[in-house]
């Protein structure tokens, strides 16, 4: 099976190439200075050069607040591209897979989101995704969308992924309070997004682990395990801050956003891993 991986430069995209290449897939590693995912026709010609036999977009902006600044650039990259990929994708016979978020919905259901729940996003990013959610289907029926949440991995520059390095060196660490979501070491978000792929599914499933989570409990999970293995952690306060007084995090966000994983792992035939055995995986990689 030959994938080609868009976005390869960027945190899943690294670990979905280096996990494809574990099951001994041939690999097509793209990142943006490689290939520009919204270049017009930039689907057609990459499909007739490399021939693969499926297509994951991993290529996102991460940044809601670049999002807010550029509407017109997250409307491309979340919405357009993928589009044209699902859409070139179904004339050449080639499987897509396009991943989304959790910041598709507004935060104000009391249980787990299911696949099927309707968007209702609070923000650029989250409209963006959502439409782009919507065309890629209609564009290409076939195609798969893999919502994920919450990610962390080594090399990361989302803040879950940093945090356990500011905890070893800070003594009082500040984090946003009044959130409750799904979370995902990038190394279990790639085998769950590539046993999808060898199961041929499509339609909309989530690939986060297993159990829900706030940034507090991931860092005092983190302090502990880190203090088991004999680590000399600097921190001695985790603080919650209200969103909204944290600095980078102007956007609203969901406050409740746990995605539900019955369907995903019914279709993979495995249980997903807890986000603790996640992090723990995770503090292994980095050595802490």
């Not at 897979?97 to 729940?117: R, S």
């Not at 890629?136 to 520059?157: D, K, Y």
């Not at 409740?256 to 996640?278: A, C, M, N, Q, V």
Request: charged share 30%; net charge positive.
């Amino acid at each position: 099976m030959k994938v080609l991986i868009l976005g390869a430069g960027g945190l899943t995209g690294r670990y979905l190439a280096k996990e494809a290449k574990r099951r001994g897939m041939e690999v097509v590693a793209l990142a943006h200075g490689d290939l520009d995912v919204t270049r017009p026709d930039g689907a057609r010609d990459a499909l007739a050069k490399w021939k693969p036999d499926w297509v994951i977009n991993s290529a996102s902006w991460t940044s809601l607040e670049k999002c807010e600044e550029d509407p017109a650039g997250s409307k491309k990259i979340h919405a357009e591209a993928p589009r044209e990929w699902a859409k070139e994708c179904g004339k050449a016979q080639v499987r897509f897979v396009h991943l989304g978020t959790d910041y598709i919905f507004d935060g104000t259901k009391k249980t787990a989101y299911l696949p099927g729940d309707a968007p209702s996003p609070l923000s650029r990013y989250g409209r963006d995704k959502a439409a782009g959610e919507k065309q890629v289907l209609l564009a290409n029926p076939q195609a798969l969308i893999v919502r994920l949440a919450w990610v962390f991995g080594h090399g990361g520059a989302t803040f879950m992924s940093k945090l356990p390095a500011i905890l070893m060196e800070k003594e009082v660490v500040e984090l946003a309070g009044g959130r409750v979501g799904s979370c995902t070491y990038a190394g279990e978000a790639a085998r769950i997004i590539l046993d999808l792929v060898e199961k041929k599914a499509h339609g909309i499933t989530h690939g986060v682990q297993a159990g829900q989570t706030t940034w507090k409990e991931f860092a005092m999970k983190a302090v502990e395990r880190m203090r088991e293995k004999g680590k000399k952690v600097g921190c001695r306060e985790i603080r919650e801050v209200p969103m909204e007084q944290m600095a980078g995090l102007k956007t609203p966000r969901p406050a409740f956003s746990p995605l539900e994983i019955g369907e995903t792992e019914t279709i993979i035939g495995r249980k997903i891993p807890s986000w603790e055995k996640g992090l723990a995986e995770y503090l292994d990689e980095i050595g802490l």
